[in-house]
């Protein structure tokens, strides 16, 4: 225990001189100015310094002569130095990674001082980069305008299918686990006990195609986020994903309540009896409780009441009839696509119903997307209205053939990669308010939802909910 602390003090010691070099006769008086105690060599013992320091081959190297020696890091560990620096670096990257030609910068970014590569103890830049341990950084040529570069990354290995739908699932989890923490967060360190708590087993990194637990976090960028708090590292729902969790938890209060209303002036109060924590204005982004509901409008609105402003549910069954309807008269275009002035004429003089722009990108976003003047199906919804015009009069076909005759019908293979996903069958899943499958193995068969309404899981079902992007 003792000559490890040593060896790690020699390291930290070494790396604030030029060079990472000491001369050999200043080691005793630095290492007393720099630690603030007595160097004692018998403690590890040995009776000379020079024994002990070639006792530490992997950490230290002893050269020249006489008064002309020095110590210095060895280049094992220079490289392990150099290659936790660089990890920093890339971690410090909103892509986790840059180019070659702006090391010196992004160096200088990072650590606020500028780069001598000498300190690592090579003269090039390239020379120590060779000697990176396997499987830690990705390195890519690259053209750059009129000349070349390299791209270096973080390491990533490419999970399997099997991982990939692992980590789906654990996303899932890791919402139920924070839906049940105040202000829908929790340290860092704290997270893999709770898991095991929550879920009565171990959190095995391993099982996703991870290393570390924070590889897994980044793998779920639309769910989760870490956050610097002081010292403490925390992992908090995005504001997406908080939202969605307060929306539900705030249907909730008002669905149990005794007249399935609450006034809005109570409603903090009912939230924290039911709760046991306040709402979470602060991580929400707002300061009163009614801007809160102002963002949960999927779930619950705020209406005027003869005892003033209150919070009731929202209607789904009138959402699912509107969502169907939109679906209907969008899936007619050729296209895809509408002016929006002539799409809610339509609905108006068709159906009968009046529809804002904002009950379009707030209730039915995971159907439609709204871009300008015009309003389309979402990219999921034109592949699945591909797909009813495949299943064709019989309106079924079995799964195994879908992807060759969607093929043979339109000329162009299934977009499945464009769309984030490894299969056919996992495609149809998120399709299943339009289709359904039924059956197992090379049995299985997709047809179409006769009574096609959009999921009831939810008032609005952005496919990134259900389906963290791959990652």
């Known amino acids: 225990g003792q000559l490890i602390t040593f060896t790690r003090e020699i390291v930290d010691m070494l790396k604030t001189l030029p060079g990472c070099k000491l001369a050999f006769y200043k080691f005793i008086p630095r290492y007393h100015h720099h630690f603030g105690k007595q160097c004692r060599v018998a403690d590890y013992g040995y009776t000379k310094l020079k024994d002990l320091l070639e006792s530490l081959p992997h950490v230290i190297q002893i050269i020249g002569e006489g008064a002309k020696t020095f110590i210095t890091l060895a280049h094992k ?3 392990r130095r150099f290659t936790n620096d ?6 410090n990257q909103p892509e986790k990674q840059f180019l070659l030609s702006s090391f010196s910068l992004v160096f200088e970014k990072t650590f606020f001082k500028p780069l001598s590569i000498y300190d690592y103890g090579v003269c090039h830049l390239t020379d120590i980069l060779t000697d990176i341990p396997e499987n830690t950084i990705f390195t890519e040529d690259v053209n750059e305008a009129t000349k070349s570069d390299t791209m270096i990354s973080v390491f990533r290995r490419d999970q399997t299918q099997e991982e990939v739908m692992r980590t789906r699932g654990f996303a899932k989890e890791v919402v139920e ?3 049940h923490s105040p202000d829908l967060s929790i340290c860092f360190n704290k997270f893999i006990p709770a ?8 959190c095995r990194v391993g099982s996703y195609g991870m290393t570390k637990l924070i ?15 002081g010292e403490e590292r925390m992992v908090q729902l995005t504001k997406d994903k908080m939202i969605w969790v307060v929306g539900e938890q705030v ?10 209303c609450v006034a809005l002036v109570e409603l903090e109060e009912e939230y924290q009896k039911m709760f046991g924590h306040l709402m979470p204005l602060g991580r929400m982004g707002v300061g009163r409780v009614e801007e809160a509901v102002e963002l949960l409008q999927s779930w619950v609105r705020v209406v ?8 009731v549910t929202v209607d789904r069954g009138f959402i699912r009839t ?10 007619e275009q050729d296209e895809g696509h509408m002016d929006l002035g002539d799409f809610i004429e339509k609905m108006a003089t068709r159906f009968g119903s009046h529809i804002e722009v904002e009950m379009l990108t707030r209730d039915l976003s995971y159907l439609v997307e709204v871009k300008g003047d015009k309003v389309f199906l979402t990219a999921l919804q034109l592949c699945a209205r591909d797909i009813e015009v495949v299943l064709g009069d019989l309106g079924k076909l079995p799964v195994a053939e879908l992807e060759s005759q969607y093929e043979a019908k339109f000329g162009r293979e299934m977009p499945l990669e464009p769309l984030g996903f490894d299969s056919v069958s996992e495609m149809l899943i998120a399709m299943n308010d339009t289709l359904s499958v039924r059956g197992r193995g090379i049995r299985k068969i997709v047809s179409v939802n006769k009574s096609a309404t959009p999921s009831l899981l939810s008032p609005s079902r952005p496919s990134s909910i259900l389906l963290p992007p791959l990652g």
């Open 77 to 79: 560990a220079q490289v």
């Open 86 to 91: 660089l990890l920093k670096m890339l971690k």
């Open 177 to 179: 686990l924070l839906r």
């Open 195 to 202: 898991y095991h708590q929550h879920f009565g087993r171990q």
């Open 215 to 229: 590889e897994l976090f980044e793998a779920i960028p639309d769910t989760v986020e870490i956050r610097e708090d």
């Open 251 to 260: 249907e909730c209060v008002v669905k149990t309540s005794r007249a399935r």
């Open 304 to 311: 005027n009441g003869k005892e003033g402003k209150m919070v």
């Open 322 to 331: 509107m969502a169907s309807n939109v679906r209907r008269l969008l899936v």
